[in-house]
């Protein structure tokens, strides 16, 4: 098993940055990739961005790619997003999510259905 806690959510105007975090523990070791959703109110969840915890590779979504930055601490087990140059469209809830093994099919690293770990979720909300 692998507990996800994210913080570092919070309220702030457009062209401004945020820092999410996201804490694993139990099973680390057996953790592969580690990753972060978002859903927006009244739409489908969707990728943001990944990072390999071996090699540090990382991926983003078009829609974040030069904004967004995913970093990873291997020692602390814990991985970062940091989110510059928001915008109202950047709202929605964020997610952390892990892919670890056992248990875990991988579809990818955009398909939410790679992932068998999920935090609770940390609200997001850029101002206009």
């Known amino acids: 098993q692998v507990q996800l806690v994210e913080s570092g959510g919070g309220l702030v105007q457009a062209g401004g940055s945020l820092r999410l975090s996201c804490a694993a523990s139990?099973?680390?070791?057996?953790?592969?990739?580690m990753g972060w959703f978002r859903q927006a109110p009244g739409k489908e969840r969707e990728f943001v961005a990944a990072?390999?915890?071996?090699?540090?590779?990382?991926y983003y979504a078009d829609s974040v790619k030069g904004r967004f930055t995913i970093s990873r601490d291997n020692a602390k087990n814990t991985e970062t997003l940091q989110m510059n140059s928001l915008n109202p469209e950047d709202t929605a809830v964020y997610y952390c999510?892990?892919?670890?093994?056992?248990?875990?099919?991988?579809?990818?690293?955009?398909?939410?259905?790679?992932?068998?770990?999920w935090g609770q979720g940390t609200q997001v909300t850029v101002s206009s």
């Open positions: 139990g099973r680390t070791f057996s953790t592969n990739v």
């Open positions: 999510a892990a892919a670890a093994t056992p248990g875990s099919t991988w579809y990818g690293h955009i398909d939410g259905r790679s992932y068998n770990y």
């Open positions: 990072i390999t915890w071996s090699s540090g590779r990382t």
